[in-house]
């Protein structure tokens, strides 16, 4: 403040304010002049400050206090802003082209992954200031930010891709009983009442608990406990959900309790659908067959292109004369064969990785039959059941084909499940699944293309023209 007069001793008074504002004022009436009067806009500004600033600002704080940049302007807030939303966008276009066909074969899977994508996007908008923060992160990447907001709008917006495809198949199994009927609508009204109630208990809950939290570290604590027992709840309830529709996992682990079973002259056969789910895991490969112990037996793939897949080496006739009456062939990737120079083509002792191709006019029938098969098949391939299976066929002794060939496995594993196919419907009917074409999710979304006509010289193994070239020869309806 300073103090100055005139010749006519009018005393002018000069001070500056708290946000380094000057003013002044004199004993002369006229002369008086404030930034305080009521029509300036400043009066908004210093009262907005005194309510929200802390006393003596920016004197008295440290210089990161607040959020934010003081160098960024309006348009580059902006930008951040459209680039996150198109990043956000072209995830949700790309997501459901992705995983949009395996929400409801994968319900269980999705359902957890989405409240994990949920929570990771929660843990990085938390660390992203602490994160700019650091000099040697920020100058190794200069778009830090930018890229951590494209990271977690993406992550947002899967998650609301797998949350609400999942949701809608989950809800649509608890709305259908195995006695009675249920009403979907009703059931989702019940659900957006319990999710109001649950929201708000949660803002009170976490009203009190920011409450409690008085430095960066209990924040951080706060944080990472409450997403750790988000997602170990969600985990237990996930797990407890047992559904009864089959998907290549559960369908797996349904025909190795149901062999298991008749091989010991167990009754019923077919195991409930209680049973597999306490077998069944979240996070596993679709592709996956397993065993009656839950261990992997072999890996399988549905729905593939033939002339992609087997390219390199040739499929013997015998399979197609073997699966003529089928809407599917099924052989080994070529990884899981060999050469060899004194009995031709032998399978190696690693895991069987196996390939099914679907024909024309396939149903969801043949997807479950296919399965069953290439399951079967990854049994006989495995030591432990290869002696206990393959032993008990004694109506397949006189085979021409040589018991352990590759050719040989396939034609067992066939004769198999075609013998106890219809049986395992049944069994699974009464074991109160759901077996019926439309629930069945053995393969998810439609394959790339299928079988036409498979033709052998001038005999035709599938339906198609004849030809004399003496190949087999391939045709595809590309979907």
Known sequence: MSIDSDSQNVVHVFETDELHRNCSASDDSEAFSSPWKLWNPDVLVEFLSKVFLPSGYPNSVSPVFGVGDATATATHALFLTVVQDIFSRLSTVIGAYYIGSSLVSEAKTYRLLADVMNDAAIILDTFMPLLLLQPWLSEKI??????ALCISGALKSLCGIAAGGSKASLTLHFAT???????????NAKDASKETVTALL????GSWVVHQLTNSRATYFALFSLVATHLFLNYIGIK??????LNPQRASLAWALYRSRNDARILPRAPSPTQVASQEKIFRSPGILWDVEGNMAGWC???TSFAATFHQRPVPAEVFKLLSNEKYVLWYDDASLLDDSQVGIRLNRELPCLHICLK????????????LHATELSFLLSDGTRSMVVGGDTELDDLQTEPNSPLGLLQRSHERVKAAFDDFVSQMQAAAWDISPVSICVMAGAPPSVVTSVKMGSQVLEHGKRDEDGVVEDHRKER
Do not use: K, N, Y
């Not at 949660?202 to 809950?205: E, N, P």
């Open 177 to 187: 009983p195995i006695e009675g009927q249920g009403d979907v609508g009703d059931l």
């Open 142 to 147: 200069p778009g830090l930010r930018l890229v």
């Open 202 to 205: 949660g803002m009170l809950a």
């Open 360 to 371: 024309e006019g396939h149903t969801s029938v043949d997807h479950l039959r296919a399965w």
């Open 240 to 245: 407890g959900v047992i559904l009864r529709t």
């Open 301 to 303: 793939s549905i729905g």
